[in-house]
């Protein structure tokens, strides 16, 4: 193999800069792939950078829900330790999610009205991994599987989502192993279902919580989740303040209720009894 002049190694510290295909870093990471992604439909220049940050939203979902599964398989197996490392790193992802937010935080209605209609039908609670993101949270529905339907390994990636436990419902599994009083309601539930909130598992927590030396590793994983859902919570919020900013109340695009939609959804908690079990410690 040839060398061109200037990617001969004079010193030992040079880098191999010859290569006989694609290089090792194209190979690997696929960037020549992920940087022609970006078809923009309008003349407006910033409607790529709205469409490049939907993109690195939806890579974001794809890792979280990647954390997310693997803390589920781990408390299905009684790993607390490794299904905490897999919240901790979701709850640094989630924060570089959030951030995404920035970029588009700052459309005026004018900017966001000059590409919006080419969107046309096009919404983002259309996301098959923010659905599933969802799904692992409790949040389920299986009319959220119907926009799917004509994408058939979608439709059935979701439809098993739908029908598994949520990293919630592992979550409550665990607690009853280790002997404390989850009611059979919460455990034998219908997984399709979402999840609703329940006063007596939120004496559990308060109970956990109550009793720091005995539930340390417990209580570690109840603060671990609890990053994770305030972080979620902001996301929400952030969506909300990002939609209310360049939209108004305006209907949605994809014919969603928009703000009025979003306004519900932040006004949700995810692991609800987390939350209101502080009350009672």
Do not use: C
Request: glycine share 8%.
């Amino acid at each position: 193999m040839s060398q061109h002049p200037d990617a001969s190694g004079a010193g030992s510290d040079s880098p191999n800069l010859d290569f006989a295909g694609t290089t090792p870093y194209e190979d690997y990471v696929q960037a020549d792939v992920l940087t022609h992604l970006q078809h923009p439909v309008s003349d407006d220049p910033g409607e790529m950078v709205f469409l490049v940050t939907t993109q690195v939203m939806e890579l974001w979902f794809t890792v979280i829900v990647h954390e997310w599964e693997t803390a589920s398989r781990a408390l299905r197996e009684d790993r607390v330790p490794v299904a905490v490392d897999a919240l901790k790193r979701s709850v640094r992802e989630l924060e570089a999610l959030n951030a995404s937010w920035t970029p588009l935080g700052q459309l005026t209605p004018a900017q966001f009205n000059s590409y919006r209609s080419a969107l046309g039908d096009g919404s983002g609670f259309q996301s098959a991994m923010y659905r599933r993101m969802e799904f692992l949270l409790g949040e389920k529905s299986a009319s959220m599987l119907v926009p799917h339907r004509g994408a058939p390994r979608v439709h059935a990636e979701l439809e098993k989502a739908l029908q598994e436990p949520s990293l919630y419902d592992e979550v409550l599994g665990l607690l009853a192993r280790r002997g404390l009083p989850v009611p059979a309601s919460a455990l034998n539930r219908d997984l399709t279902q979402k999840y609703e909130p329940s006063e007596a598992v939120e004496g559990i927590w308060a109970g956990v919580y109550a009793e720091p030396d005995q539930n340390g590793e417990v209580i570690r994983l109840g603060e671990a989740l609890t990053d994770v859902a305030e972080l979620v919570w902001r996301w929400r919020n952030d969506h909300l303040v990002a939609t209310r900013r360049a939209m108004g109340s305006k209907t949605g695009t994809g014919g969603s209720a928009g703000v009025a939609w979003l306004e519900k959804r932040a006004q949700k908690n995810v692991f609800p009894e987390l939350w209101t079990a502080r009350s009672h410690v």
